[in-house]
């Protein structure tokens, strides 16, 4: 089956822009959670949907939001782009929330903000 | 709360020798426990997974971990290097009892040496 796919693969934006990202879960998973990853701050929790409700939030600004659409499919926004967001992010998807089994993860997308 | 640390940055072996990444974690819940390898440019990709039954976990690609509650570890081993392995390596902890958020640690870069 196909694995967890993000799109794009790559992004350049300019500081000050907005970007979104989008994550297709696994078919049948219904959590999609987001990390930041990065050399200095390693990875980081921004948030976790399930049912097109968001269950939990890191400790990001509100530049960072996202959402879940009905087909579990989700999208993360960032506005007002600083060069502090430049990093990998990715997406993983679990069958539930609490689900034990782990997290199965997208490739990422590598944002480079200029 | 959970948190992991994985103790040593950067990890060197031969090809062929025993590989050992360190991981301890802290959580005030029965917790759940992952190992995770990253390629270069890819997502994480899931070795093997503690959650509550045999303490000694079996995982992909000849790894394998205990957990030792008493000393609140789950390192990660491997008899026999390969050039192959050569990659980053995340320790993370959840619990059910607090959302199935995912705490990672700073990561272990393997290198093996030929």
């Known amino acids: 089956k196909a694995g967890v796919t993000q799109t794009p693969r790559y992004l350049i934006k300019t500081r000050g822009q907005q970007v979104t990202l989008s994550c297709s879960p696994i078919?049948?998973?219904?959590?999609v959670s987001w990390y930041q990853q990065t050399p200095g701050q390693g990875l980081q929790f921004l948030f976790e949907?399930?049912?097109?409700?968001?269950?939990n939030k890191g400790n990001f600004p509100g530049r960072f939001s996202g959402r879940q659409f009905s087909n579990s499919r989700s999208e993360m926004n960032v506005s007002t782009l600083e060069l502090g967001d430049s990093a990998l992010y990715l997406c993983?998807?679990?069958?539930?929330?609490?689900?034990?089994?782990?997290?199965?993860f997208g490739s990422g997308t590598r944002l480079t903000v200029v | 709360a959970q948190s992991v640390t994985q103790l040593g940055s950067h990890v060197s072996v031969s090809e062929g020798a025993l590989v050992l990444l360190r991981c301890n974690y802290s959580s005030s819940v029965p917790p759940y426990l992952f190992w995770y390898v990253q390629y270069p440019n890819q997502g994480l990709q899931l070795l093997l997974k503690?959650?509550?039954?045999?303490?000694l976990v079996k995982g992909i690609n000849g790894f394998e971990a205990e957990f030792k509650k008493s000393e609140t570890s789950f390192h990660l081993t491997k008899p026999s290097a390969h050039m192959s392995d050569a990659a980053e390596y995340f320790c993370a902890v959840s619990a059910l009892a607090t959302g199935n958020q995912f705490y990672f640690g700073t990561g272990t870069s393997l290198t093996v040496i030929p």
């Open positions: 993983a998807s679990s069958l539930a929330l609490g689900d034990p089994y782990g997290y199965t």
């Open positions: 078919s049948g998973h219904r959590s």
């Open positions: 949907y399930f049912s097109e409700t968001q269950r």
């Open positions: 503690y959650t509550s039954a045999a303490t």
